[in-house]
């Protein structure tokens, strides 16, 4: 009886640390802005760090470092404390973002990834100094790891996504044509090694020479610093300056039917869902539904509603009034869109592996009061949702708010 009533604290104590780690990671996680807080905290964020960045680029002139130094120097300050901060709620949240693994190896594989290591150099070279005063001159090329942290701007924009998925969905081909132009460079570099070496030295020293030359062609730069001076190396150049001119394209087209197939698949999905003007609704009846047994015409349906089909034993059957409704029968229903009554308000929330919610019962969900899970749809199929329910990564979420203006709804 003792160990039992011991453990008890122990549960609550752990149920109470998770509660609030997911309350951190939800208001650390960039774009989660169903409260308040959450949303107040990536302005913060956001403010932050352009002025971190802000006070970087104007401390380089020299009348704002003149007239603004301290100004300058103390933004940096903050900011930056504001950083650290951040990365040690990131660190406690680690169990948060990757729920399968356990405390420890969480927090190895937050601290080690990309964004983890941007988080890191975004605060501690600014104090590095402090410890190593001979490296401050390295520890300030670190800064730029700062401007990295733009991309957690990238989930408010869906343009930004785009971008992302057109680069990922075409990072085949990208990397094919990125394998031709190098191999088509290091070819032409030793090519006018060959032919160039002897008539100017001292310009094409070794095959590095030829790569920069390479590059700067093949690339449509033209620094102009190394040029070929013989005939044989003119003409080589002006074939490899037409093959560069084509490379170069291949990648670009290859991004821009990206962006074409994203657009159209966009404007696809757009104009279907502006020409559903109509819900369709199926539904099973069982033997202990109401409807069994009565006719179409006595089960009171709203005069927006109508039962358009039953599938009953294989057959498909287009009903009337007088139609008599039976055990497993299969209606399907329809009802035109109201667009004048006050909107519902529902969410479908999808749980990804870092979600809060993945492997968390119903029960044990820290949500609004005035917020009702009503189903959640796992492996294509519903499921009517009960407090010991546990949420996994994958699962859809449909949510119910209930405001001011629909309460009479419910």
């Known amino acids: 009886m003792t160990d039992t009533k011991g453990s008890k604290p122990g549960k609550s104590l752990g149920r109470d640390v998770n509660r609030v780690r997911a309350k951190i990671f939800n208001m650390v996680s960039t774009g989660v802005v169903d409260e308040p807080i959450n949303r107040l905290y990536d302005i913060i964020s956001i ?35 504001f950083f650290a901060v951040d990365y040690v709620l990131r660190l406690f949240t680690a169990k948060a973002l990757y729920p399968k693994l356990s405390e420890s190896q969480s927090l190895v594989k937050y601290i080690f990834s990309f964004a983890g290591i941007i988080d890191l150099l975004s605060f501690l070279p600014y104090y590095l100094p402090v410890f190593f005063p001979m490296g401050s001159a390295v520890f300030r090329l670190f800064r730029v790891a700062r401007i990295l942290r733009l991309f957690r701007i990238n989930s408010y924009y869906d343009q930004l996504n785009v971008i992302a998925e057109v680069i990922v969905s075409k990072k085949q081909q990208l990397m094919a044509s990125v394998f031709i132009i190098l191999i088509l460079m290091m070819a032409s570099s030793l090519c006018m090694y060959s032919v160039e070496h002897d008539a100017q030295p001292e310009i094409f020293q070794n095959a590095f020479s030829g790569i920069w030359w390479a590059t700067s062609t093949l690339l449509t730069v033209g620094y ?12 080589l150049g002006i074939i490899i300056s037409f093959l560069g001119v084509g490379m170069v394209a291949i990648p670009t087209g290859i991004i821009s039917a990206g962006f074409v197939e994203q657009y159209q698949r966009l404007k696809t999905v757009g104009t279907f869902a ?35 089909a039953i599938q009953r034993r294989g057959e498909t059957i287009i009903p009337r009034g007088s139609a008599v409704l039976e055990k497993n029968d299969l ?10 009554i006050q909107p519902i308000a529902l969410k479908d929330i999808t749980i990804g592996e870092g979600h809060s919610w993945n492997g968390v019962a119903i029960k044990d969900l820290d949500i609004s009061r005035q917020s009702f899970i009503f ?36």
Request: glycine letters at 8%; charged letters at 25%; a negative charge.
């Open 47 to 81: 403010v932050a760090l352009v002025l971190n960045l802000f006070a970087a680029f104007a401390i380089t002139f020299d009348y704002m470092e003149e007239h603004y130094k301290g100004l300058l120097l103390t933004i940096e300050a903050v900011t930056v404390f």
């Open 224 to 235: 102009g610093d190394i040029y070929p001076v013989t005939i044989t190396g003119k003409i």
């Open 274 to 308: 502006e020409e559903e003007n109509i819900h369709f609704i199926r539904v099973r009846l069982s033997d202990r539904d109401g409807w069994v047994g009565k006719k179409i015409s006595e089960i009171g349906l709203p005069k927006d509603i109508m039962i358009v």
């Open 331 to 340: 209606i399907v229903m329809c009802a035109e869109k109201t667009k004048e």
């Open 375 to 410: 189903m959640i749809r796992r492996d294509g199929k519903a499921m009517i949702p009960n407090g010991n329910l546990i949420i996994r990564a994958g699962d859809s979420v449909l949510l119910y708010e209930k405001h001011v203006n629909n309460q009479n709804l419910v």
